[in-house]
């Protein structure tokens, strides 16, 4: 490698010692040298990992198969005219942005990622490379290459921006961290000035765009690492200063809302792909420029520490997050270029977020730290499913922060909490009770149907119409995990109400588009109990319903009412549609008759009043209910559902149960409960117990329910009525909890975001003061009944006011 002298180095760059802020002698070029010489051996920290044994597993096992993916990568490494790999063409014949085009674009990324595998393995120990002179020779050539033919500041680029803009520079920049020492000053010239070209400063000159979210946090990644790699200050104090529009609440567009939500792409929650991605990257980014001139003060990154425990811990469950905030990313499977053929899954997307949570601790208050550290060994602990320290994705710094936590005897795992969230800003929901979880995803206005685009999640149309996915705490942890997306009957999601009308592929267009016109859409909650609505209209359908769930303690009670469609074809409501696996033989039983477990198997159980899966849990129609239950092996592909998965048959066996409400139905219902982990005795039990439940109303106009052993007494009201004990003047939930101790909460929400004030609700129940109630109500009249006449509400966000008062 040519001697340079620093001085020409930096010149050439064009940068200089002088902005670090001293004068530009000896002292200061030694100083600037050394700030960026340590910025580049935190990197290497935060990329290659630290405090782990090589000769110990996880990491023995995990340090060999990278020296082997280096060895198949060194040893296919063919460069050519428009490729430096056979299998990753990137000459684009018509470069545009067309799905062909993605594909070129992608393999330019591919590409730079294989590069960095090698240089990883270069640099750890165990590899079998360690150390490697030739391999690190190979990769220098590989990178003069993509620059050469590709990747510099005279191509114009073609297909996705992302690739571009995130995903080759951050590889390439890695890379060049991880050989600096083997870089000539040339060849940081000019892979510096490709970044430049790709990625000008005014890539975040506005919050706009896809400079938003967790795309502005990637980009401030690859202008840091670019300031870190070419010495240039200024690159490092614009990184630092366009986080600055990440970390404040937003009320509209993509980022972190006051309630938790996390929006990217303007209408898709998003907790659980950009958001990790998010969250990641800035732990990396605080990390890296801690104790540096760059360091990241900003008193709003604050918030982004409030929402570890706001924002991600409520959907994530034993290991994984839920699907309900993963957007495109629950379509990607197994993808056809991974010749390792591992699936992603809920568990293996939530494994990083762990790992990021322990990182962004680094730079958190003790407190926050050492809270942190027991939460993620507590999901840690209980992912039985897939133990995220056997996760095959899951880089090696990560790993090693898991296993320190792990092997962290002074850190208690902190157990699953109880209690209910409501997400009224991104229409989402998650109920957490001793031995289950769930989560509801709908959709209105504001959010999508579901996202598609570059070519994923093709068949998502009817995630967001009141999908209702539950998990248990020993058992059912992969049932979401297991091929459950390409092979699952996507008209028949559990919880959703959908017209069998045949839908095309990315039907209602790309980057969630598609949004039913309702405003009726959230609900109300205490903190453990929860009363939630859906207005829902169909996707690219005239579907219309009217859709409640009442989530209480060890049940969901489900109502569906005013279900009405002129599509010409059935409309059905899906109970559950529960993956049973490969063997597919969990007893399921009807009424205390067992049922065939052979398949394909079909019956329509007329007067039902309650059935049960076996190892799952247990359903009760309240006065009966016709339903139909399907035993059925079903076949799919990755490649069905995302252009970029695997083609390979996969075949799981699905036990559904659905109300079929018929062709064209013009005031369909339906009334049931999910009782999660349940026995077949105690789902008797309850079906007999005709007393529990009281459904007061189920109508089109007001959804309501009362459960007077809990003290629980809730409705929707879709418009003004009454419900049992409860009446609204206009639309509103309502939830109430009688104590023993006679006391009460009235929890009441407009989830419209449409009442200016006005809103009247009475409860028909002696009460002898209102003793505690937001600014928002106007005023309380108790006595004989409470009535509370609220002040305007549309500036509460469908958020959930809650009144305590002490019963008469």
């Known amino acids: 490698m040519p001697s340079w002298p620093r001085r020409a180095f930096l010149l050439t760059t064009g940068t200089t010692a002088l902005a670090l802020g001293a004068p530009g002698g000896p002292t200061a070029r030694a100083a600037a040298e050394d700030a960026y010489a340590q910025l580049r051996a935190t990197w290497r920290t935060l990329v290659l990992g630290e405090g782990f044994s090589p000769t110990a597993e996880p990491f023995k096992g995990r340090l060999a198969g990278l020296g082997e993916a280096a060895r198949r990568w060194r040893s296919t490494m063919a460069p050519a005219s428009g490729s430096l790999w056979p299998d990753l063409p990137y000459a684009d014949p018509e470069p545009d942005t067309d799905q062909d085009s993605f594909t070129y674009s992608a393999n ?5 990622a294989r590069l960095a595998t090698m240089a990883q393995a270069s640099c750890q120990p165990g590899t079998g490379l360690t150390g490697d002179a030739g391999l690190r020779a190979d990769v220098l050539t590989g990178l003069d290459h993509l620059y050469a033919q590709v990747y510099n500041e005279r191509t114009t680029r073609f297909g996705n921006w992302w690739s571009w803009q995130i995903g080759a520079p951050q590889a390439l920049l890695d890379t060049c961290v991880l050989l600096y020492d083997a870089l000539s000053a040339e060849q ?29 946090v990637d980009l401030c990644r690859v202008l840091a690492l670019r300031g870190v790699v070419g010495a240039a200050p200024a690159k490092l104090a614009l990184a630092r200063d366009a986080l600055s529009p990440v970390f404040p609440y937003v009320t509209s567009g993509d980022g972190l809302y006051r309630d938790g939500s996390f929006i990217q792409h303007t209408t898709v ?18 990390a890296l420029l801690a104790d540096s001139p760059w360091v990241v003060t900003d008193p709003g990154r604050q918030i982004v520490f409030d929402a570890v425990e706001h924002a991600w811990a409520p959907f994530l469950y034993n290991g994984l997050v839920m699907d309900c ?11 056809a270029s991974d010749d390792r053929r591992i699936q992603a899954d809920d568990h293996l997307r939530g494994h990083p977020v762990l790992a990021s949570v322990l990182l962004l601790g680094q730079g958190a208050s003790a407190a926050e730290r050492a809270r942190w550290r027991g939460l993620v060994k507590g999901w840690t602990r ?6 995220p320290l056997a996760d095959p994705h899951l880089g090696l710094a990560a790993l090693a922060r898991l296993k320190d936590v792990e092997d962290d005897a002074g850190t208690a795992p902190v157990p699953e909490p109880t209690g209910h969230r409501l997400f009224p800003e991104m229409a989402r929901a998650t109920h957490r009770r001793p031995g289950w979880a769930a989560s509801l995803s709908m959709a209105d206005a504001r959010i999508t149907y579901y996202e598609t685009g570059n070519g994923e999640n093709l068949r998502g149309w009817h995630t967001g119409s009141g999908l209702l996915a539950w998990w248990g705490d020993s058992f059912a942890n992969g049932q979401y995990s297991d091929a459950y997306w390409p092979t699952v009957d996507p008209y028949r999601l559990p919880g959703t109400t959908v017209s069998r009308t045949v839908l095309a592929d990315g039907a209602g267009g790309d980057w969630g588009a598609a949004r039913p016109a309702v405003r009726w859409v959230g609900g109300a909650t205490d903190g453990q109990r929860a009363a939630l609505g859906q207005h829902l209209k169909g996707l690219r359908s005239t579907l219309s319903a009217r859709k409640s769930w009442f989530f209480l303690d060890d049940a969901i009670v489900c109502l569906g009412a005013g279900i009405g469609c002129t599509d010409g074809t059935a409309v059905e409501s899906t109970v559950e549609n529960r993956n049973l696996g490969t063997a597919g033989r969990a007893p399921f039983q009807a009424d205390g008759v067992p049922k065939a477990v052979a398949t394909p198997w079909a019956q329509t159980l007329t007067g039902a009043r309650w059935a049960h899966i076996g190892g799952h849990g247990g359903y009760v129609f309240p006065g009966g209910a016709t339903v139909k239950a399907l035993r059925e092996q079903r076949t799919g592909r990755w490649s069905d559902i995302n252009r970029g998965g695997s083609a390979t048959p996969l075949t799981r066996t699905f036990l559904t149960l659905y109300v079929d409400h018929g062709i064209d139905p013009t005031d369909g219902s339906y009334a049931y409960l999910l009782l999660p982990g349940a026995s077949a005795e105690r789902t008797a039990e309850r079906a007999a117990a005709v007393g529990w439940l009281r459904i007061l109303a189920n109508t089109d106009a007001v959804q309501g329910v009362g459960v007077p052993s809990l003290g629980c007494t809730a409705a929707n009201f879709w418009a003004g009525g009454a419900a049992g004990p409860l009446a609204a003047s206009a639309a509103c939930s309502v939830l109430v909890t009688e104590r023993p101790d006679g006391t009460a909460t009235v929890c009441v929400s407009d989830p419209t975001r449409a009442t200016g004030g006005g ?12 003793t505690g109630r937001p600014a928002t109500v106007a005023s309380a009249a108790t006595g004989g009944s409470l009535t509370l006449v609220f002040g305007d509400l549309s500036g509460a966000r469908g958020a959930t006011q809650k009144i305590t008062v002490r019963l008469g």
């Not at 929650?269 to 605080?286: D, N, R």
């Not at 209980?382 to 133990?387: A, G, L, N, Q």
């Open 325 to 335: 905030v993963a957007g495109r990313a629950l379509s990607r499977g197994v993808a």
């Open 759 to 770: 809103l009247s609700v009475t409860w028909q129940r002696p009460v002898a003061e209102v």
């Open 382 to 387: 209980r992912d039985y499913y897939s133990p």
């Open 108 to 112: 330019v990324v591919a590409g730079y």
């Open 188 to 216: 940081v010239a000019r892979f510096c000035a490709a970044v430049d070209h790709f990625v000008p400063d005014a890539a975040v000159a506005h919050y706009t765009g896809t400079s938003t979210g967790a795309n502005r």
């Open 269 to 286: 929650p998003y907790t659980g792909s950009y958001g990790a991605v998010l969250l990641g990257g800035l732990g990396l980014l605080f």
